[in-house]
């Protein structure tokens, strides 16, 4: 069985978050500096304030006797697992990356740029391509490698743009190119 499926203490766990460079492609990887901080924020929050916490609360537990039927002992020994694991994640992924300014050019579709576009019911939806690092739905982020990141690329305002999805293909028109959030 492959190290990349194993905890620890040898036991069986869960995938690691770790891909092997093949799995993610070649080439470089960019990000944004906004992705970038948010990533770099997230390995200081887990090293300076989650990792102390939780090694104390395992100290602490472990105080307490009985190891193998502590449930605070074999949860925090896990959580800090969990931590470490994202934490060596996170540091060789930020090795990786290329932090890319949006440009100020709006003549075509780039990275970092906002998107705005119709869809064929007359919807508005705005969007950022992004890094694949990064992508959030919610913040209406999206990955330049998506089928829609890739499909935009390139583009002009008043583009229409033909979108393979797996429920079907989508035709949205370009409206709007934008360096900033509108």
Do not use: C, H
Not at 21 to 49: C, N, Q, S, V
Not at 107 to 130: K, M
Request: glycine fraction near 8%.
């Amino acid at each position: 069985m492959s190290k990349a499926f194993t905890k620890d203490d040898g036991e069986q766990g869960e995938a690691l978050d770790e891909a092997p460079d093949e799995a993610i492609g070649p080439g470089p990887r960019y990000i944004t500096p906004e992705g970038f901080k948010r990533l770099r924020d997230e390995l200081e929050r887990l090293w300076r304030e989650e990792r102390p916490r939780v090694t104390a609360e395992v100290s602490a537990a472990a105080a307490q006797g009985d190891r193998s039927e502590n449930a605070e002992y074999i949860y925090g020994k896990k959580r800090l697992r969990e931590i470490d694991r994202r934490l060596r994640f996170l540091s060789k992924r930020l090795k990786q990356l290329t932090v890319v300014e949006a440009t100020a050019r709006t003549d075509r579709v780039r990275f970092g740029a906002w998107v705005t576009l119709e869809d064929p019911e007359g919807e508005l939806s705005t969007w950022r391509l992004v890094g694949p690092d990064e992508f959030d739905i919610r913040e209406r982020l999206i990955s330049v490698e998506s089928p829609m990141g890739r499909a935009l690329l390139g583009k002009r305002e008043g583009d229409e743009v033909l979108v393979e999805r797996p429920k079907g293909k989508l035709e949205l028109l370009v409206l709007r190119i934008s360096p900033e959030a509108p």
